[in-house]
């Protein structure tokens, strides 16, 4: 008897982008486990967030097929969502609101009623925020409103757009802490930046390299 392995958490089969006449990135494959930390990485234009987009069912490939434990996300949206927490390039922090405000929508929208929202954003530095309106906060006070959700989440699919943006040191170490964290118990981690990593080794770190050419 042969013995079956559990398919990958998330794999890409033979992705192709296209924007603007211009190839972003063709046939690409791969396969993201629990416990992988993958940093997507690449030259400005490569296609770092169209296929960070694409992973998260935001966007269409040109070709191909993103599947979420061998299954098309297409075909198993709604599994697929309650195991995917996205955080894009911009914040998506409501200026309105106010810091504990922005956590509890983004928490409430997710399932997650009852939760210490004052003591979740301690954990991101907020500590005193809480009541101060976003449009009122910095750069790093938006993106930590905004990461503040990976405190307190199920979900075991991490896809994170330049997370440390407008970030200091000390968040940054944080972050990293907290995604091999997230690894250890069975999460994964799909992340794009600009910044050297200084906690996760380079045995622990994936990395899949876009480049771009023309049609």
Known sequence: MT?????ALLSASHLT????ERI???DLSF???SGDIVQIEGPNGAGKTSLLRILAGLSRPYGGDVLFQGEPIV????EFNEDLLYLGHLAGVKSELTAEENLNFNLRINGYAQ???????AKVNLT???DALAGHLSAGQHRRTALARLWHTACKIWILDEPFTAIDKKGVAELEELFIAHANNGGSVI????????IISDDRLRKIRLDYRFV
Request: proline share 3%; net charge negative.
């Open 31 to 33: 396969e993201i486990n």
């Open 128 to 130: 005193g925020f809480e």
């Open 24 to 26: 972003l990135f063709d």
């Open 191 to 198: 992340l794009t930046t600009h910044q050297d990593m200084g």
């Open 17 to 20: 982008c296209i924007r603007e």
């Open 75 to 78: 075909r198993c949206r709604d």
């Open 3 to 7: 013995a079956q392995t559990n398919p």
């Open 115 to 121: 939760v210490d929202s004052r003591a979740i954003l």
